[in-house]
């Protein structure tokens, strides 16, 4: 069908939750379809092994077989630029294009162009990370302009623990954040099973919550050219900007 659009998303090894989560916003969209290639991620931290984890070869081998399946788009579905600095992504994306000849995009980009196109300068924070991490985060957001001085976070370091907390942790964290008066929020991690909460907690807060999984397919879909707005039930970012 002409129609078509497939997604092409990187994936850490151990994320249990992106796949699960894009595969339930594309339900109801047939001809829109998402394809994953991994390479190894098991720990988010500041350590040697930790940032190793995010050299450009093997994201670059993932995908370039994610190529061979003729994807739209392509998107690192993970947030380590948040950390290791904005500058991160945009190289490996263009590295991806010179590569693959196929656009590229990320969950954070994607996450900041919506806080652009929205006006956002005081950011909420929420995220499994540690406190390190974490820091690393609130910093580069200041540098960019935006303060993320309103956060919550876990100090989680094993990447597959992310998935296993409870929705009504990630939502008291959300609630407290919310409390300091930010313009929106972003549960930011794509391990969270925290997507599915976007539309309740909006409506909750009257506050946007921009999940990084949500962004991460929000940008591939327009990138791709399909329109998100076909995506419903799972918070304002599909309906605006």
Known sequence: ????????????????????????????????????GRFQVTEISLSEYGLGQFQLEPMLAAARMLAEAHVHV??????????RGFDTDEELCRQITEETGVPATTSVLALNDVLRDTGVERLGLVTPYSQG?????????????????????????VNFDFAEVEESVIEDMVRDVAKAGPQAITTFSTNLKSAQLAEKLEAEMGLPVYDTVSTALWKSMKMAGADPARVTGWGRLFREP
């Not at 960019?144 to 956060?151: F, L, N, P, R, T």
């Open 1 to 36: 069908m002409t129609d078509r659009k497939r997604l092409g998303m990187l994936t850490p090894s151990s994320n249990t939750a992106l796949e699960p989560l894009t595969a339930a916003m594309l339900h109801d969209l047939p001809n829109i379809t998402a394809h994953f």
């Open 133 to 157: 991490v974490q820091d690393a985060i609130v910093a580069n957001y200041a540098r960019s302009g935006i303060d993320c001085s309103a956060e919550r976070h876990l100090d989680i370091e």
């Open 74 to 83: 392509i998107c690192w579905n993970g947030t380590s630029s948040g950390w």
